[in-house]
């Protein structure tokens, strides 16, 4: 009587482990509450990312594996032949998850076909395998800075989340709801203001950087000086001339404009009092010279002030005399 039917092949290590795993995490689910959907979106993306990083290191740990010997023409051949095998991605893939990991036992036995696939066909069009798995095919991670199952931008932009001041509720994954949870420092839908007890120290459109205490919230400066913050202090500095007033440096920051001063452009401008339409040095002989915030009437050339009236400094006639008597440089010389 010839031998029985051979009995069919047991499962390979990897299945058994997977297995077990399986009924453990069973188990122990059946004692917990239950994950909500916004969790288990944000649970999915972080097993995958976990396969991947396990993946890319197995792509290190086999590298040259088991090579070394001194045939370098073998060696050189059959790496080249080995580094795109199925016996390395094997390799791999039975590494990628811990036996206790019921998620990511889960998420390699159900898409393991995709895996192989790239392996086989697309990873030379599709080098990055986070981008193309998690993010593009099984569709459970978003590009960062975005969030939710359609990968939105957070608040404040996908470019910089919460403006560089906070946390995205969800940044990079399927769940969350884009929302900012700001630094001690931020507050605000965006975090671009400043909690109670920092001061704005930049704030535009796309950037707010709020630091230290703020000792100059009780304005403890003249009302011709601004308050500076410094490190655990403060100092007061002088206003612009053009400012009666001012909340910082420069005649942009003029609380309003000083005499002599207009506000064009947000700044506070000197007023050209010679261009007026209407003269404003009306006497005699005087001319008039711009000043910073005011003007002045000086005597004009070939007149001189005496006592507050402009005469001239040569009378004609002497100013002729002189012309006409005055010898040339040359009969200087020869005399």
């Not at 560089?164 to 931020?186: A, V």
């Not at 506070?268 to 711009?290: A, G, Q, R, S, Y």
Request: charged share 25%; hydrophobic share 25%; net charge negative.
């Amino acid at each position: 009587m010839g031998p029985g039917p051979s009995p069919p092949p047991g499962p390979t290590p990897r299945q058994s482990r997977v297995a077990l795993a399986v009924l453990l995490s069973a188990a122990l689910l059946l004692s917990l509450p239950v994950r909500g959907s916004g969790e288990r979106r944000r649970l999915a993306c972080s097993t995958c990312r976990g396969i991947v990083d396990r993946f890319n290191q197995g792509l290190a740990d086999t590298a040259k594996k088991n090579f070394g010997g001194g045939n370098t023409a073998w060696e050189e051949k059959t790496l080249s032949k080995y580094e795109s095998s199925e016996i390395r991605l094997v390799e791999i893939i039975e590494n990628l998850c811990d036996s206790s990991n019921f998620e990511c036992n889960n998420m390699v036995e159900e898409h393991e076909e995709l895996i192989e696939k790239w392996w086989f066909k697309l990873k030379k069009k599709y080098p990055d395998l986070f981008k193309w798995f998690c993010i593009e095919t099984i569709e459970v991670c978003c590009p960062a800075g975005t969030y939710g199952p359609d990968c939105l931008a957070c608040r404040g932009g996908s470019e910089r989340p919460c403006h560089g001041n906070g946390h995205c509720d969800g940044d990079g994954t399927r769940g969350g709801d884009g929302s900012c949870s700001c630094k001690k420092e931020y507050t605000g839908q965006f975090c671009l203001d400043c909690s109670s007890g920092y001061f704005s120290s930049l704030r535009n459109e796309t950037h707010s950087v709020c630091t230290d205490l703020d000792e100059c919230a009780a304005s403890p400066c003249k009302d011709h000086q601004y308050c500076l913050n410094t490190d655990g202090s403060f100092s007061c500095k002088a206003c612009d001339a053009s400012c009666v007033g001012c909340t910082g440096e420069g005649s942009e920051k003029c609380k309003t404009c000083a005499s002599g001063y207009v506000k064009e452009d947000e700044k506070c401008t000197d007023i050209d009092e010679c261009n007026l339409p209407e003269k404003v040095c009306t006497e005699e002989n005087h001319d008039c010279v711009n000043t910073s915030g005011s003007y002045k009437c000086v005597c004009s050339e070939g007149f001189e002030d005496k006592d507050g009236t402009c005469v001239q400094t040569v009378k004609p006639g002497e100013e002729v005399e002189s012309e006409t008597t005055e010898p040339s440089h040359t009969e200087h010389v020869d005399l």
